[in-house]
């Protein structure tokens, strides 16, 4: 190995002696220890300011000047001391090895030696060639490295794992599917507790309900511990993450502690550790879509805070206004109570006004009293129920859109420096570039996705390697993480059945009438006209004889039709594993089959099962959702909706953790201060909910009984009703009564936090990602791989084959595959078809990193993995938004 040699590795040399391998470890191992540390001094100086743990030398060219990763295998050599010999002859070669980094040290200085290095010269180094050939990792230890950066390049991930074999081994048992499913397992067993604690929907002994906390709490631990040993030991203490998780399982088991103590003395005490359970939801590295929500809404409230502060001060303003206008007249509200004599009284009612959940109620006093003082309320409405509300949301999007671009343009610089990463480990010198040969960039692209079939990734290989020169150039192996990110349908044509049991009577003249019938597009109209006839039939009265007997006529012409596609397309292809339409149309028809024979036998035996006719019309009414199929623009709002699905459910994930924090403060404030009865029960206890508080109120007036906290559902129940905010007054007056009025903050917070924050950024995020995935243009990744599939002959366009429709029968196009191994690669392909998914993204980050990733131009490597590590929002969008920035 030399400083110009192009392959960094070469041949690698014979040990330089068995003593290496087989001495003792003995006194002399000191010494040759402080050897290692001078030699690793020299390791430092080289490296300067890199901080990344691998060190590449195109980095630091002025400084050392040569193509082979030497000085960074030193660094190994801690975990080779066991195995190296202490002996005098080690001692000696330590020294010997000094000597010659030192004369490199020395040669780099010279400018003659520098331009001897730029011109491509070899000098060569024997004594430090032989030693790092025995420190050097295997080509294989190279592969999964840059595997898992490249891995983490599609994936999004930010985790700063360690480069040494063992840590990166430990990293990919980290990323397994298993380990991920077994960590939410054990947070959703954790969150579910509360279903079986005090006030509990099925309770369970303390000891029980401990037992599964401490298992997940000692899950979470291992976990964290697997965490640590892949992540450099600075970088672990530094993130507030894991102190966080540490600190929660502390205090956890100091509750449980505490608790179970004063449970065994009988003592009632409060189990406040509950709401810290979602800390292990969001921390965990799995989270952190979630997380990014979250840092969302923190760096949107400081310019919220502005206007809700400006909000309040219009609604005090208004109050004032009102105990001074209606205060003095002595009017009564409908339950004969005194209004509008309270300041804090008027002040809620006013902000519940804003919601409209008291609409006209609250105005009808004193509009009863003078038609005049209807003028103040209509004030009031436009300014803070119509300006204030639509200039939160505004707020909201404008500043959500600005650090949602951070966060993108952040997972961008990050994706593409790992990708350089890879590239940096995997590279080779042909001529005057590095590329990637073709069987590393295979062999990388089975470890990264195991499952890729050898025609797609032979397609993958043929859009990266466009000249067929058998290796891969920096700027296209950048694309491969965007490339597997984009998930292409392979369609692999095969022969009817009945074209090899009776190819005579299948390809005769009336079997191919009916099949060119069956694919024609006037039998998919035939049958949305029929569906469209049995839905009117559905909504006509079911008791009269004619309507139920034609359910029959409708079944019978939907098991035709499936029989038909079953003759005309192939049944493997028809119920291929992407024919969603295909299953749910044969499930629907089974099912309402069977229902509809098993409610007319039960019927035929003088009895009627609601049950069984209640499916057998859900049933019905499902057959409906085929309509959207043969509609272009419904189905493409509906595939942009599975689109942003995933994020969609990660603000289920944060609304979770939202109810979940505040149901637990409910249960603890308001259990058992609301009961429910039975409806049969007519006592003067169950008028009032069991608390004689609520007597005369609204709460009690309009039967709201079963809304109470009394357990971890019902809660959720209560929630829910609080965000859709109808009557939310009722209810937060109903549990202001039976404790205290200042419970109505408890209210007023859960409106503030999840209506107008988190409700605002979803729809904020909606309208973001539904406008992109609804109008985004092709990327250039997806554009070269629909060329591609083009150019090679074997593509289905979207419009001849979509979702629920076959194309059959289709010769393999004879081009294409050219050069020495064409007739090999066209053979691979021979009976495929390619197609890009209508879900085009396998992650929702690959998705909306087209929304802003067009702004980094291809020479564009960014900051180093630390700095991008360490970005905050304004090293990337220093602007405030704007009019005209932020469009």
């Not at 049950?611 to 009414?621: T, Y």
Request: aromatic letters at 12%.
């Amino acid at each position: 190995c030399s400083p110009g040699s192009s392959d960094p590795r070469g041949t690698r040399p014979r040990p330089l002696g068995s003593a290496l391998h087989f001495g003792r470890r003995g006194a002399s191992q000191q010494p040759f220890l402080g050897c290692f540390l001078s030699l690793n001094k020299k390791t430092q100086e080289c490296r300067g300011s890199q901080n990344s743990s691998r060190w590449s030398p195109s980095s630091d060219p002025e400084k050392c000047g040569y193509s082979y990763r030497g000085y960074q295998r030193l660094q190994k050599w801690p975990q080779t001391l066991p195995i190296l010999a202490t002996t005098s002859f080690a001692m000696s070669l330590c020294n010997s090895l000094h000597q010659e980094m030192e004369s490199i040290s020395l040669a780099l200085e010279t400018p003659t030696m520098r331009l001897a290095l730029a011109s491509g010269i070899e000098v060569s180094f024997p004594i430090l060639t032989n030693i790092l050939s025995l420190l050097s990792p295997t080509e294989d230890e190279d592969l999964l490295l840059a595997a898992a950066y490249v891995s983490d390049a599609q994936y999004n991930r930010n985790v700063p794992f360690e480069t040494s074999p063992r840590a990166i081994r430990l990293y990919y048992f980290y990323n397994h599917w298993t380990m991920q499913v077994a960590i939410y397992f054990f947070i959703c067993v954790d969150l579910s507790l509360a279903l079986f604690e005090e006030p509990a929907l099925f309770p369970l002994p303390f000891l029980a309900t401990s037992i599964a906390e401490v298992l997940c709490l000692t899950a979470f631990f291992g976990r964290l511990v697997h965490f640590a040993k892949v992540t450099p030991q600075m970088v672990f203490w530094k993130d507030t993450k894991n102190i966080c998780i540490m600190v929660t399982i502390v205090l956890t088991l100091i509750d449980l502690i505490i608790y179970g103590s004063l449970e065994a003395v009988s003592i009632h005490s409060i189990r406040w550790s509950r709401a810290l359970r979602p800390v292990f939801l969001i921390n965990f590295p799995e989270s952190r879509q979630i997380r990014r929500t979250f840092r969302s809404i923190r760096n949107t409230l400081p310019d919220i805070l502005y206007v809700f502060l400006l909000f309040m001060f219009s609604v005090l303003i208004f109050s004032l206004m009102a105990l001074k206008l209606f205060g003095v007249r002595s009017l009564k509200t409908v339950e004969g109570l005194p209004y509008f004599t309270d300041i804090l009284e008027i002040a809620f009612e006013l902000y519940v006004l804003v919601t409209t959940a008291n609409s006209p109620d609250v105005m009808m006093p004193a509009y009863n009293f003078s038609r005049w003082y209807s003028l103040y309320f209509i004030t009031y409405i436009i300014i803070n129920t119509y300006i204030f509300m639509s200039v939160f949301l505004a707020v909201v999007y404008n500043n959500y859109r600005k650090h949602l671009k951070n966060e993108i343009l952040k997972l961008a610089y990050l994706k593409r420096r790992k990708m350089i990463e890879a590239f940096n480990i995997l590279k080779v010198k042909v001529g005057t570039e590095f590329v990637v040969t073709e069987a590393q960039w295979k062999r990388l692209a089975k470890i990264v996705m195991p499952h890729i079939s050898s025609p797609h990734l032979e397609l993958l290989l043929r859009i990266s390697d466009e000249g067929q020169k058998g290796h891969v150039d920096k700027l296209n192996f950048l694309r491969l993480a965007d490339l597997l990110n984009i998930q292409v349908v392979a369609i692999n044509i095969r022969r009817h059945p009945l074209e090899d049991w009776m190819p005579r009577v299948y390809q005769s003249s009336a079997s191919l009438l009916v099949q060119r019938m069956v694919r024609h597009r006037i039998f998919v109209w035939v049958y949305d006209v029929i569906i469209l006839v049995n839905a009117i039939f559905i909504a006509l009265d079911e008791k009269k004889p004619f309507i139920s007997n034609a359910e029959w006529l409708f079944l019978s012409l939907y098991i035709i039709e499936i029989l038909l596609k079953l003759y005309t397309y192939e049944p493997r292809a028809y119920f291929g594993r992407k024919q969603f339409w295909n299953w749910f149309d044969m499930l629907i028809i089974i099912a309402a089959l069977v229902a509809t024979v098993a409610n007319a036998t039960i019927q035929s035996g003088n009895y009627n099962s609601q049950q069984i006719l209640d499916i057998v019309l859900i049933l019905r009414i499902l057959r409906l959702l085929r309509i959207i199929v043969s509609i272009q623009r419904f189905r493409l709002i509906v595939t942009t909706l599975i689109n942003i699905g995933p994020t969609i459910l990660t603000f289920g994930g944060l609304v979770l953790v939202v109810y979940y924090v505040f149901a637990i403060i409910g249960m603890e404030a308001f259990q058992g201060k609301v009961r429910f009865f039975d409806p049969n029960f007519t006592t003067p206890e169950a008028q009032v909910c069991g608390n004689p508080a609520l007597t005369g109120s609204a709460f009690a007036r309009d039967h709201y009984c079963k809304n109470n906290f009394n357990d971890l559902a019902s809660s959720f129940i209560v929630l829910m009703e609080l965000t859709v905010v109808n009557q939310w007054h009722v209810l937060a007056g109903g549990f202001a009564l039976v404790t205290h009025q200042a419970a109505k903050l408890y209210f007023i917070s859960f409106h503030i936090v999840v209506v107008i924050l988190i409700v605002n950024i979803f729809i904020a995020f909606i309208l973001e990602a539904f406008f992109v995935a609804y109008s985004l243009e092709k990327s250039e990744v997806e554009t070269a791989i629909e060329k591609k599939i083009q150019e090679l002959g074997v593509g289905v366009q979207e419009e001849e084959m979509q979702d629920g429709k076959l194309i059959d029968n289709m010769d393999a196009k004879d081009s294409g595959f050219s050069g020495d191994d064409g007739d090999n690669k066209r053979k691979a392909l021979k009976g495929l078809y390619f197609r890009i998914a209508s879900k085009k993204y396998r992650t929702v980050d690959a998705l909306l990193q087209q929304m802003f990733e067009s702004e980094i131009t291809p020479e564009d490597e960014g900051p180093s993995l630390d700095e991008i590590l360490n970005l905050s929002p304004s090293d990337i969008y220093p602007k405030n938004p704007s009019f005209g920035n932020s469009a």
